[in-house]
Structures are given as C-alpha cells and as structure tokens.
C-alpha cells in the first residue's frame, strides 16, 4: 500500500472537506481556535509534505527553508502576503489560494459597511441598547442620527477586480449610483455594462461619496490610502476597507477622523489583528468595526475550503493546481510528490 503524503492544517475545516481530502493525504489538524504558534508550526513542517494555511501563519522563508519535504502550501484565503513567494518558487514549493468563492459574500459584506456607516445604523443600536434613547425621553427628534442617503450619490472603488466589480454593480444597479474607479488597468468592459467611469487615483478621492478599497496588500499598496488621499475626501465622504488592513495607513485614518476630514468609515480589516480593544479606533462613533468577518458565510467558507481540497487533490494527481499564485515555480519542480 502507498504511503500517503502528509498534510498539517493550521485550523479545523469542515467534516466532508476533511474527509475529502484524507483520502489523499494523512491529515493531522490543529485542533485549537487560536492560530498555531510560529515554533509549533516550524516543529511541524519539519515532517510534512503539503501544508493548509490561513492568513495569520506567517509563512517566511525560514519556515520554508526548514521543510525539506514540503512541496506544496495551501493557503485558505484570497491574500497570501504572509507568505514568502520568492523562497517558495525558488525552494520549489507550490503556494495556492482560493479566489472566486467569496466574492458575493465580501461584496455583501462591504454594503453591509457601507450602509452601517452612512446611516450610523451600530450607533444607533448602541443608543437603543445601552439606555441613551430612554434617558432622553425624546422618542423623535428631526436632527436624531441623521445620515446620508445613498441614490444620486458617488461611489469610488480602488481595485475593479472580482470584489470591486461586484461592489460596483450593486451601487449601480441597487442604489442608482455614479460610480468611479481606479485600477492598473482600464476595464472597458464593465465601462461599457456598467456605466463605470475610470478616473485617477485621486480624482476618485475627490469626487467621491463613498471610497471602498478592494486591492491586494503588495509592497506597491501598503499604505496606498494615507493622509495624501485622505485630505482629498469630502468631509461628508466615508472609507470603506474589507480588502486588507496594511492598504491604509491607520495612523492617518485616525488622524482625519480625529480632525474631521471625512465623516467615518466602515473597516473589517487592519494593521493589527486581532484589534486590541483600547485601540484609538475603537473610540469613534463614526467608526464601525468589524472582525476580518467579510467572507463569513457558510456557502464563502465551505466554498474556499472545497477549494483547497481541490487544489491539494490536483497537485497529487501530478497536475497543476487550478489556483496557483506563483506559476513559475513549475519550471522549478514538477507538480505532484514523486
């Protein structure tokens, strides 16, 4: 009988998932909710051939370089910058991701920040529930929680990939807006569907009611929105952010919020995570706050772990996987375990 190859995944999936993937690999899983300590994980790769990874492992170059059987990583995410790509196409490591799969639910998500926010919708929850409304004895007031609607309004997205073309779409055709958008690239087919208008990066900023950020955290974006882009906001604009917390400078959010330059903003991701809860961002009330929590669906987290099955099941079978981020590590080593 073949020995299988092994595969250490840093946080439990789903049963059928697992049980799909044990028919190929000896599974050994990481049974605690907090993330695997760095040294547990390099005792750990030591010994294995694949690896399943979340975000917060931080797969570096030491990790790698310590993994002598190691052929492939699979990352249960979209981002793979806690990775070290260089050293993995070089060591002849496959690095895969799961892209596609939680496009509706981040797209959701983000109208879900966008709303929250223009409509102060966690504000007023905590007005109702911690007393404040009652201790007013105002039921009704025309100045109470005043918002702003969001018909005839500008949306400006950075990043017109899967995410921001969706977020897009919904802004359109949901909510009658005028949508702008910046990427590398000029997108004339959704120009042409859509009615979006590409603009520079700042004209975005400057034009828009609401900026919702969808890029990549790369050496190019860290910090992409810092205290240039942000002077340029409207002071009634509000940011989104649910692509990753190193695309804006936190410093310099907290810097427009403190000294109004914008009215508030809606985040899911950050600098630093988890948020530690006497972060300066929790004291906003213009602020809504959310835990990485975008692609929280069942049918986004059964979809990207199915995804990952089936990018370590192709690399078994000698094939290349259907999501591989550095594809000219096949001109390093074949894909497959023999």
Known sequence: MLVKPRVFITRELFDDVMQRISEYYDVEVWDRYQAPPYDVLLSKVKEVNALISLLSDRIDCGLLSSAPKLRIVAQLAVGFDNIDLECATRRGIYITNTPGVLTEATA???WALILSTARRVVEGDIFVRFGEWWRLKTAWHPKMLLGIE????TLGIVGLGRIGKRVAEIGVKGFGMRVLYYDLRRDLEAERELGVEFKELEEVFKESDVVSVHVPLTPETRWLVGEGLLRLMKKNAILINTSRGGVVDTKALIKALQEGWIAGAGLDVYEEEPLPP???LTAFKNVVLAPHAASAT???RHGMAETVAENLITFYEGKIPPNLV?????????PGFT
């Open 108 to 110: 959701e998500f983000t």
């Open 150 to 153: 969001l018909r005839g309004k």
């Open 278 to 280: 006497n972060h300066p």
């Open 298 to 300: 069942y049918e986004a």
């Open 326 to 334: 550095n594809k000219e590590v096949t001109s390093v080593r074949a």
